[in-house]
């Protein structure tokens, strides 16, 4: 994934990475002001070809966090 652009910032609806995990979030909501932000996801798994690894990464979407800071998320392609 890309690295930070100067002054990025995820919208509402974006669909971003989160940093050290195959899984994908689509900002649902964006909560706080400045250091204090925090973006609310809806965890999805990545398509994989490998039937093993959607179920993985699925049931980890499942019990993923759903709230990150700006250092957490990565823009998608």
Do not use: C, H, K, N
Not at 16 to 32: A, C, K, N, P, Q
């Amino acid at each position: 994934m890309p690295d930070l652009a100067p002054g990025w910032q995820p919208r509402v609806g974006e669909r971003i990475g989160i940093r050290g995990s195959r899984l994908l979030g689509i900002v649902e909501r964006i909560e706080g002001q400045a250091a204090e932000t925090r973006f609310v996801l809806r965890i999805i798994a990545p398509r994989d070809d490998d039937v093993g690894a959607v179920y993985e990464l699925t049931q980890a979407a499942r019990v993923a966090r759903t709230a990150y800071t700006l250092s957490e998320l990565t823009p998608y392609p």
